[in-house]
């Protein structure tokens, strides 16, 4: 069954506000790394590399917001844009394919390093969240958009337990 006209509309509002109170706060927060967006290309690239296409918020930040560098973490980049430690979301990610874990999936993105080998990662297949959080994979409570909404609330998750603490006064 399609989604209903009014629901899709609805859906398109709280994300294109969404991505305005993200673009603003990436310009506002000084300990936000700035980075381009990334191109059309590049998103090509990367979904032909994984095999899948990103999430639509994902992509959309990417395009309109910046290539990583803000948010929780912060997010991590395309290449062009903001690396961890293991470098952009691409090399990260097949960094992970190669860990001889049973848990992992492969639709699974890690785009926030929090240091010490902890990670958030965006299950493709439904938006949810996972974290990688001592050694094994932990399911959350929240999705990719209330992670957003929550940081740009002042929040940032607890690492594995679905909660949420305040990070900023």
């Known amino acids: 069954m ?30 936000t790394a700035r980075f381009d967006v990334a191109s059309p290309t590049t998103i090509n690239a990367a979904e032909d590399f994984f095999g899948f296409a990103l999430p639509k918020l994902l992509k959309r930040l990417y395009l309109e917001v910046a290539n990583g560098g803000f948010g929780p973490g912060p997010l991590i980049g395309l290449p062009g844009g903001y690396s961890s430690s293991l470098g952009d979301l691409l090399q990260i990610w097949s960094v992970m394919q190669n860990w001889e874990d049973e848990d992992y999936e492969e639709q699974w993105l890690p785009i926030i ?55 900023k006064p």
């Not at 990719?144 to 594995?160: K, M």
């Open 2 to 31: 399609a989604p209903q006209p009014r629901l899709v509309l609805v859906a398109y509002r709280v994300m294109k506000k969404l991505l305005a109170r993200l673009r603003d706060a990436t310009l506002s927060d000084s300990e």
């Open 113 to 167: 390093e929090w240091g010490c080998a902890q990670y958030s990662l965006i299950d493709c297949d439904d938006l949810s969240m996972v974290t990688y959080y001592e050694g094994e994979f932990h399911p959350e409570d929240y999705s990719f958009e209330t992670l957003l909404s929550r940081w740009l609330d002042g929040e940032l998750p607890e690492l594995h337990t679905g909660e949420f603490y305040r990070s």
